[in-house]
């Protein structure tokens, strides 16, 4: 079993709908990252957050750090936010300590529609 | 606008030969990764550097590939000899202490 699942793998919406992309995670975090990463394209960190929410735009994040458990919104969503949406944790260290690796997840594929 | 810069951006080679990536991490950054992304893997971190002295690279295949930062302003991936299990693109990132991370643009590489 992977320490991030992400779900859906791939997501096809219309334009102007409601998106939730969810991360769920079993190791102790320092961080979670959304990441947000265009076809062919380079990877842009959306997100980084350890507590409550966060809100850029048309974009929330969301984590509940009891649940091991992040979500991803997309507002009103648009195609070209067409991307693939990485989920990835900054992995506490046993001693407490805190580490700048990162454990990703696989990714979800959105394609919004016009 | 500050950013992380990769070159090159695109690089095919033949099996064997040397290839060499370089990144420009943001200035004042002093932390610095390298990642490779693969349709199979996805993105696995291949070394990481802070304040230019390797942390970890574990994830790094040691007998062909070296990392270095000769100076805070350039990082170096280096692959010796390539193979094409190693066509992929691979990305630099940096940040501050544990801050947001930024992320080059990548480095296609094809090893035929």
């Known amino acids: 079993k992977n320490e991030v699942e992400q779900s859906p793998q791939n997501l096809t919406a219309q334009e102007g709908e409601f998106i939730t992309i969810n991360c769920s995670y079993s190791v102790g975090i320092s961080a979670l990252h959304w990441l947000q990463q265009h076809p062919g394209g380079g990877i842009v960190s959306l997100f980084m957050l350890s507590s409550g929410k966060k809100k850029h735009g048309r974009l929330i994040a969301t984590i509940n750090i009891q649940e091991k458990h992040s979500s991803l919104h997309i507002t009103a969503s648009h195609p070209r936010d067409s991307a693939v949406y990485i989920c990835?944790?900054?992995?506490?260290?046993?001693?407490?300590?805190?580490?700048?690796?990162?454990?990703f997840g696989t990714g979800t594929l959105l394609a919004v529609q016009p | 606008d500050a950013r992380v810069t990769q070159t090159p951006r695109h690089k095919v080679t033949e099996m064997g030969q040397e290839v060499t990536m370089r990144c420009q991490p943001i200035l004042g950054h002093n932390t610095v990764f390298w990642y490779r992304q693969t349709m199979m893997q996805g993105l696995e971190l291949l070394a990481y550097?802070?304040?230019?002295?390797?942390?970890?690279d574990s994830g790094m295949p040691k007998d062909r590939f070296s990392a270095e930062m000769p100076d805070a302003t350039l990082a170096t991936l280096k692959i010796q000899p390539s193979e094409p299990r190693d066509s992929a693109v691979y990305f630099c990132a940096s940040n501050l202490g544990v801050g947001e991370l930024f992320f080059g643009e990548g480095s296609r590489l094809t090893v035929l």
């Open positions: 990835a944790v900054r992995n506490n260290l046993n001693y407490g300590g805190a580490t700048n690796k990162l454990i």
């Open positions: 550097f802070r304040n230019r002295a390797p942390l970890d």
